[in-house]
């Protein structure tokens, strides 16, 4: 919405008009301007990188309420409340960056203590700022609408006779050279009276204006005509001259007076910035609208936005405003009667503010007259501004403070403010007050005169001054003796303004009593995990016992104590054996008081519970504690020891005497009950560590014994072996002579079947000595890296010949890589052996045996494939057990004992590894195992150096 000017512009077609008529017509409407904007409490400021305050007009000391050379040169930003310092900082630090106005409505923190709301626009100046280094327009606004709107009215005298302003410089001129010249005229041209004098007429003056100003000087006497001068340095700057010709004994003399329009061509310029800039500020006023009307009630100027932020529908108020540019008031405020009363009022010279509804709006609409110099009022002012966030604000700011005061009231703790002089601005006692003085009485007082020790208020001052200082939240905590008792309070304390602190105190004595007794309870436990584990360090009955009585007699304090355990004796159930004393007791005693059925022993055990007894003393001499062990004593604990729940019975019995008062509290009676327990714990496992020792004792004679028969068994294997071997062989000679010498057949397949089950019985008797003798290597095994390819080759080479023999074909399929594992090298060629020879025993003539060798990963694999006769699927499970043969048509005439794979498969598990089985019924079968694999020894070793010796141990 552009201005509505009520005087002419500053245009190029007024270049000829008087200039001191434009000077005044510029001084008017700029004042109006400032006018109002003072009204509206706005103010022009000019802003650093930094965010500092380089200038501001003299508005912003009504807002401020302080002078204006304490606030330039400052922060602008500490001028906000804290919440508001990062908004306005961050806006500052983006600068350039982001070239977009900015504008937030926030809160400043005044020296006086006000806090009054703002709307604050940052706009970036981007090139010839008018304020040297300003990075930053600012346009602050007051929207507490609290003051009142004053204009200063000056009365200047703009011009004195010639001959009294010897601030102007005067230069005297006759034919064509200076003659004199005054003091103002050597400080503004630089040139001395000396230097001057004498020089060419208008030398002063550029060369290119001699012409025009001779002219003017002859024609125009007594008229001032603006032109450029130029100083002794060679500066030029722009000067009004005016000429007066005198006859001066009969000669013109031309007194020229020359003055320097610097400054008032800075002023101008300054004034025409100035009024374009509260044009544009009027036009942009946040919800608000400024106009400026005559006696006739005519508009002169009309600026704002307030009909655009309203978005009002009503016809006469929104069209009036964004239509009309110049009229009649009435025309604008046609709709409000009302309003025409305080527009005319104020035309008679008293200011008027009121706030009326219009569209569903609250418009708060002050005038203001304008004094012209004489004193009349012809020109008045309206600022009319949208109110109604901010009375909706109030009415939320008043329920704000309804409700704070409210949980101030409900708050426990206790809450004050302190100014810079000490004293107490707000305060709220809270339930549990540090101050003992009437709440009503506190406020208005210093701090050191409320009753609080000196100590308290050194401590209080010494954290104020921390928190204004660091600008962070300080805490401490102190007591106070209140009412015989020790209170305890926490206070944290942060400041709210350069001077004022805000502290909250809580009385934190409940909390401080809570945390002894976590800090007692936390002692406890760990002195408990302590005695778990002196406890457990053994579990032998003697140690467990002593270890318990001396334990439980110094945490309750007692001087006296015993711990005896029960045993299964209906005459005497208690192990007195074993029992533990420390103190002034004797058998004698403790007999007594079990004996004692009303003793506190007694009472324990019957009722399955810890006892305490505090004994009377009715007089110095005597104590009446019959029930006690030992006569002089104050205090008694018995604790009956029982084992676990699910199997509850009496374990033993624990006593405690002291003969000093008070040493037995409620706490270490409960305290000592929770060690028993695990006492009790710990002496059943004593118990069953004692009974498990007994009876590994046991274990070890019966092994002792079982050994010595498995040694009886053996050594009668051995010697049934060896002596069944040699009548076996004798027996099979002479069968086999008389077989060759009896000439009947039938006699002679007699004879022959008795030699077949003589050989039966000698490799029964053979494979029994080889698995006794196999299984004594391997109690004394010497294990050893070698290559397994080089084993299974020499194998397999062996077998050719019995393979040969029934047209078989015997191949092998390995790797020439070497293959080493860590083993038995005389057990595992048996192993091997028995594998390849039971290949051939089970395949047909014209079979086929593949041997094959290889490795997978960490492990190596021996695998003997043929193609015989194979094992029935029912007889496969037990085909490993001792004496066990695979049964079938094909190999009913096969000779063997059942030993073999048994010895084999003892032979791979001995050395961790596993059996390889499979087998197909009239197909063939895969016999192997599988070994770990290691790594190739550094040296070079012979595999088989001791092989050949060794087998004379097994018996083929």
């Known amino acids: 919405m552009g201005a509505t000017p009520y005087q002419n512009d500053y245009s190029s077609h007024n270049a000829d008009k008087n200039p001191s008529d434009a000077s005044g017509s510029t001084t008017s409407e700029t004042t109006f301007s400032q006018v109002a904007l003072s009204i509206a409490g706005i103010s022009v400021l000019w802003l650093d990188n930094n965010g500092m305050l380089l200038a501001a007009d003299e508005s912003l000391q009504g807002i401020l309420s302080e002078p204006l050379d304490e606030v330039l040169g400052n922060s602008f930003v500490h001028l906000f409340m804290p919440e508001w310092q990062a908004v306005v900082a961050t806006r500052i630090a983006i600068g350039h960056a982001d070239p977009t106005p900015a504008r937030y409505t926030s809160q400043l923190q005044l020296v006086d203590g006000r806090q009054p709301w703002v709307m604050v626009a940052f706009i970036p100046v981007t090139a010839n700022a008018p304020v040297e280094g300003a990075a930053f327009q600012v346009i602050l606004q007051d929207l507490t609408w609290q003051r009142h709107a004053t204009y200063a009215h000056t009365t200047e005298t703009r011009y004195r006779d010639l001959f009294e302003a ?3 410089a005067i230069a005297v001129e006759h034919n064509n050279r200076i003659l004199d010249v005054n003091p103002a005229f050597e400080q503004l041209f630089g040139y001395t009276q000396d230097e001057v004098v004498g020089k060419e007429q208008l030398s002063y003056i550029a060369k290119e204006a001699h012409f025009d100003l001779r002219q003017h000087l002859q024609s125009h006497h007594n008229r001032s005509l603006e032109t450029i001068g130029i100083n002794k340095q060679g500066t030029r700057f722009p000067v009004e001259v005016q000429g007066k010709v005198i006859d001066y004994q009969g000669d013109n003399v031309i007194y020229v007076t020359i003055r320097d329009l610097r400054e008032k061509k800075a002023a101008e310029r300054a004034i025409r910035e100035r009024d374009k800039l509260y044009r544009t500020l009027a036009r942009n006023l946040p919800q608000s609208a400024v106009c400026l009307y005559d006696q006739g009630m005519n508009i002169l100027l009309l600026e704002g936005d307030l009909v655009n932020a309203m978005q009002v529908s009503s016809p006469d108020w929104g069209a009036s405003w964004q239509s009309i540019v110049s009229g009649h008031v009435g025309d604008v405020f046609s709709a409000a009667e009302d309003v025409m009363a305080q527009f005319q009022q ?3 010279g008293e200011q008027g503010r009121g706030e009326y509804e219009i569209a569903n709006r609250i418009i708060l609409i002050d005038t203001v007259p304008i004094e012209a110099e004489d004193g009349d009022v012809r020109v008045a002012m309206a600022l009319a501004r949208d109110v109604t966030a901010q009375r909706q604000a109030d009415k939320q700011l008043a329920a704000s403070e309804r409700h704070m005061r409210a949980l101030l009231s409900a708050m426990p703790d206790t809450l004050f403010v302190l100014d810079e002089h000490d004293v107490f601005t707000t305060y709220h006692a809270g339930n549990d007050s540090l101050i003992v003085t009437d709440a009503d009485h506190v406020r208005g007082q210093t701090i050191v005169d409320v009753g609080l020790p000196d100590e308290i208020v050194s401590e209080i001052l010494m954290y104020r001054q921390m928190a204004l200082e660091s600008r962070q939240t300080q805490s401490f905590q102190c007591s106070l003796d209140m009412d015989e008792e020790i209170q305890h309070f926490d206070a944290r304390m942060v400041a709210i303004s350069d001077t004022d602190v805000l502290t909250l105190v809580r009385n934190i004595s409940p909390l401080k009593r809570i945390q002894d007794e976590l800090a007692d309870h936390l002692e406890r436990i760990t002195t408990l995990r302590q005695i778990d584990e002196e406890f457990t360090q053994k579990l032998g009955l003697p140690y467990v016992m002593t270890m318990g009585l001396d334990t439980t007699m ?28 420390a103190g002034g007791y004797t058998p004698e005693d403790i007999e007594a008081a079990l004996a004692d059925k009303n003793s506190l022993l007694n009472q324990a055990i019957r009722s399955e519970r810890a006892l305490m007894r505090i004994y009377e003393q009715p007089d110095a001499n005597s104590l009446k504690n019959e029930e006690a062990v030992l006569p002089d004593t104050c205090e008694q604990i018995v604790v009956p020891l029982y084992s676990s729940e699910n199997d509850k019975h009496l374990l033993g019995l624990l006593n405690l005497e002291t003969n000093k008062e008070d040493r037995f509290t409620r706490e270490r009676f409960n305290f000592v009950q929770l060690v028993s327990s695990r006492l009790a714990v710990t002496l059943e496992n004593a118990s069953l560590y004692k009974q498990t020792e007994e009876q590994l004792e046991e274990l070890r004679e019966l092994y002792d014994k079982v050994t010595k028969l498995e040694h009886l ?11 069944l071997k040699n009548p076996l062989m004798g027996l099979d000679g002479n069968l086999q002579m008389m077989v060759a010498d009896l000439p009947d057949e039938g006699l002679a397949v007699r004879l022959e079947d008795m030699q077949q089950a003589v050989r039966k019985m000698r490799n029964i008797v053979t494979g029994i000595l080889s698995l006794e003798q196999i299984e004594q290597m391997a109690q004394n095994s010497t294990e050893k890296v070698f290559n397994l390819t080089d084993m299974v080759r020499e194998s397999a080479r062996e077998h050719q010949n019995a393979a040969q023999s029934k047209q078989q074909i015997l191949v092998t399929q390995m790797h020439n890589k070497a293959l080493y594992i860590k083993a ?19 395949t047909p003539d014209e079979g086929r045996i593949t041997v094959y060798l290889d490795d997978d990963k960490d492990a190596v694999t021996f695998r003997v494939v043929d193609t015989g006769y194979g094992v029935p699927e029912a007889q496969q499970k037990r085909l490993f057990e001792p004496f066990f043969r695979a049964r079938s048509e094909k190999t009913r005439g096969i000779e063997g004992t059942g030993l073999g ?3 084999v498969k003892n032979i791979v598990e001995r050395h961790g590894g596993e059996m390889i089985f499979e087998s197909v019924y009239g197909e063939g079968s895969t016999f192997g195992f599988k ?20 087998r004379s141990m097994l018996v083929g």
């Open 554 to 581: 110094r945490q309750a304090f007692a001087n006296h104590g015993f711990i005896l355990r029960t045993q299964d004796d209906e005459d005497q159930p208690f192990d007195l054996s074993t029992i533990r004393i």
């Open 931 to 950: 070994l770990p694999q290691v790594d190739a020894p550094q040296n070079k070793i012979d595999d088989f150096d001791d092989l050949d010796s060794m």
């Open 346 to 348: 104020t035309l008679s």
């Open 166 to 168: 010897t601030t102007d």
């Open 824 to 842: 038995d090298a005389v057990q595992l060629q048996e192993a091997i052996n028995n594998l390849i020879g039971n290949a051939i025993k089970y």
């Open 713 to 723: 068994k053996t050594d009668m294997i051995r010697i049934a072996s060896h002596d």
């Open 901 to 903: 794979l048994h010895l």
